[in-house]
């Protein structure tokens, strides 16, 4: 078998390269690299795909979406807008990338831990409910690797204490969580909630929409939200006085490029996702049939009422033979990953904030087992055959 990588974006490339050319040739003759006519229509693209019939908003409130330079700054712009100070607290999950803790601290905030559920891997509603203080001024929840967390379950607390919202939805574009009286898109939970909701995406070329360089977006109903992040995002100036500075923002604009390209891919958005879960039930189907009731290799679970679209396809490695069955894999040709080797809560840089190890055992515990196998648009049943027969075999099954 030739090599399988982790990612391999060339065959998704591969089917859209026609539509790709004529979106950055028509940018190329436009000469208007940042911001305008391509940055709008891919921001009013994502409006209707999260928001139009599915997210019937009432009244005269309507889903924005603005175009940013990360997932990162995405981050950082939600909570600037939502004026967080030196000291306010933020309740966010310890497992995570790492600029889901870093926006917190980036503005003298303090990210306060709670522990994450041990199957689905996303923040336990409990646990965060019982780290809110007077001082709570956002919960900040992860849809990680693809699979959205039960926002539903904490949303009561949130309204009852005026506590904002700010969905981490950078690995779960298009994911949905059906609950009882309707769909709930990712990034777009909690809109008509009573509460102050901000979504943030990431556009990192490796995200399942992934761009051709670094993008995000900031997404929300709030009006004086909207209109904040749309000043933040070019250093604190009105669109029609760009010379006078109401705040100190940043400059974090999404470029027409990005735009473009992404407007393509959002159109085969669905189309991805969709094969996403083909490529996870075949996973299980091989693991059931190979590894029969050895539990050694756990499935990732997706929890009732969840259209997860496996960002990642994460399963955990008992016995504490995980970085052998990684390393044994790379010799064979077949890369996986560790996601993430470190809970956030143990991270050098946040040693100021009295966490130590123990603090959170389902993270820690994850984090020594966790293992993400290949998945992506165009990957094959042979090729993810071949994966689980070599880990069988190394493992000794
Ligand atoms: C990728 C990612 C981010 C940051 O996005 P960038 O575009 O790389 O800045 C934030 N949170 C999570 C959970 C991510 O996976």
Redesign the pocket.
């Known amino acids: 078998m030739n090599r399988l990588p982790i990612l391999d974006l060339k065959r998704s490339y591969s089917g859209i390269e026609d539509e790709i050319h004529a979106a950055i040739e028509r940018v190329l003759s436009s000469q208007a690299f940042i911001l305008g006519p391509e940055v709008l229509a891919f921001e009013e693209h994502v409006e209707s795909y999260l928001g139009g019939d599915r997210v019937p908003l009432g009244g005269d409130r309507h889903l924005r979406a603005i175009g940013c330079a990360?997932?990162?700054?995405?981050?950082l712009l939600a909570l600037m807008a939502l004026d967080i100070a030196p000291g306010d607290e933020i309740v966010t999950t310890p497992y995570?990338?790492?600029?889901?803790a870093a926006c917190i601290a980036r503005l003298r905030g303090v990210p306060v831990f709670a522990d994450i559920a041990p199957d689905t891997f996303n923040i336990d509603p409990d646990a965060a409910a019982a780290r809110f203080t007077p001082r709570t001024r956002a919960f900040l929840p992860?849809h990680?690797f693809g699979q959205t967390a039960p926002l539903e379950k904490i949303l009561p607390l949130c309204r009852e204490r005026n506590v904002a919202v700010v969905e981490?939805a950078?690995?779960s574009f298009g994911a949905w969580r059906d609950v009882g009286d309707g769909i709930k898109r990712a990034g777009a939970m909690c809109l008509n909630d009573g509460v102050t909701a901000i979504g943030?995406f990431?556009?990192?070329p490796?995200?399942n929409l992934g761009g051709f360089g670094?993008?995000?977006m900031v997404v929300t109903a709030d009006g004086a939200i909207a209109q904040a992040v749309a000043k933040l995002r070019v250093h604190g100036a009105g669109a029609a006085t760009p010379y006078f500075h109401d705040d100190v923002g940043l400059n974090s604009r999404l470029d027409a490029l990005q735009a473009a390209v992404l407007s393509v891919k959002l159109r085969h958005l669905e189309e991805w996702n969709a094969e996403r879960r083909v490529i996870a039930d075949r996973y299980r189907i091989m693991f059931a049939s190979i590894f029969g009731d050895e539990e050694l290799i756990k499935q990732p679970a997706e929890a009732q009422g969840n259209f997860h679209i496996y960002h990642q396809y994460v399963v955990r490695v008992r016995g504490g033979r995980r970085d052998e069955l990684m390393n044994k894999l790379e010799e064979r040709g077949i890369s996986t990953r560790v996601y993430y080797p470190l809970p956030l809560h143990l991270q050098p840089c946040f040693a100021g904030l009295g966490y130590k190890k123990g603090d959170f055992p389902e993270a820690e515990r994850l984090s020594e087992e966790a293992l993400a196998l290949p998945i992506f648009p165009g990957i094959t049943g042979d090729e993810q055959r071949c994966l689980v027969e070599a880990a069988a075999e190394i493992l000794g099954i």
């Open positions: 990360s997932g990162s700054d995405a981050l995570s990338f790492f600029a889901t992860v990680l981490d950078a690995q943030c990431s556009f990192f490796t995200k670094d993008g995000g």
